[in-house]
């Protein structure tokens, strides 16, 4: 009986870590390795209508703009290929942002990486993935990056550099 339990807690831990990886600052999937660099907030502060960053303007008033209370957050990431064999990305699908005051995960709202299909062997790609989320508060968990790919799941930890200057707690 007692080996029976141990075998249950051991398989509920296993369970568990399976569906929560812990948190790394890079990780490699399917020969590919993701390091995020220090995210931060973009100001909006050249989109506020009074001149002195009292209020920004609204959404409809600027395509592409975070809605509500949301701000953007830009994560720099770098992608490195360094097997012998062309690598296929669909880095829109594969990463997301969760934690802090987000209920599931969020896709990334832009970049600077574009459609970039393949990754060449021993060659990498660094750019901008641009969220548009809640700022979190002292008392949510932090922000990280779920990526899933080829059937490999790795969360990987986000520094923030700076504050969310311009956020007026809207939302």
Same mark, same amino acid.
């Given at each position: ?12 831990? @296993? ?30 502060? @050249? ?27 830009? &994560?720099? &990431? ?9 690598? @296929? ?48 508060g002292p008392d949510d ?11 490999? &799941? ?18």
């Amino acid at each position: 009986m007692a080996a029976t339990s141990l075998a249950a807690a051991g398989l509920v831990l @296993a369970v568990r870590d399976a569906v929560t990886p812990p948190s790394t600052a890079t990780a490699s999937l399917a020969g590919v390795t993701l390091a995020p660099g220090d995210a931060g907030w973009t100001a909006m502060a @050249a989109h506020h209508m009074d001149g002195q960053a009292g209020y920004q303007m609204p959404a409809q008033m600027m395509p592409g703009a975070p809605e509500g209370g949301d701000m953007r957050l830009g &994560v720099p &990431v770098t992608l490195v290929n360094s097997g012998h064999t062309v690598r @296929a990305l669909d880095l829109v699908a594969e990463v997301s942002l969760a934690g802090g005051r987000i209920d599931g995960r969020e896709r990334p709202h832009s970049d600077t990486i574009g459609r970039l299909a393949r990754l060449a062997p021993g060659t990498a790609v660094h750019g901008v993935l641009y969220f548009d989320t809640i700022v979190p508060g002292p008392d949510d968990p932090p922000l990280y990056l779920t990526w899933e790919r080829d059937g490999g &799941v790795r969360r990987l930890e986000l520094r923030i550099s700076g504050d969310a200057t311009g956020h007026h707690g809207h939302g």
